[in-house]
């Protein structure tokens, strides 16, 4: 069989089946504050391709009594373009608090 010189192309990689709740990628956010609302997870869902997901640091208050107001939250993106626009589209929403 000849080869036509061109490389074969398959689909595009689709999205982890992992992405989600404590998934750390390469490009991580700060997102000031103790928890990640629902319009950031809608966002990905929509706008990612790559991997992602949210992350906390946590307190011993969150350890012993379920307190979260001293977590810090982040999402994570596998993709450092879909960090980029991620961030520029929510920025307004990251700075508010």
Request: aromatic share 18%; proline share 2%.
């Amino acid at each position: 069989m000849r080869h036509s010189g061109r490389k074969k192309v398959g689909p595009p990689k689709i999205r982890d089946k992992y992405s989600g709740y404590d998934k750390k990628y390469r490009y991580s956010i700060d997102l000031r504050s103790d928890g990640v609302i629902e319009d950031h997870i809608d966002w990905c869902h929509k706008h990612c391709k790559g991997n992602w997901g949210w992350w906390y640091i946590t307190s011993k208050e969150w350890e012993t009594r379920w307190d979260s107001s001293g977590n810090q939250a982040f999402m994570s993106f596998s993709r450092k373009k879909e960090a980029m626009k991620f961030w520029f589209a929510n920025i307004n929403l990251i700075y508010d608090n």
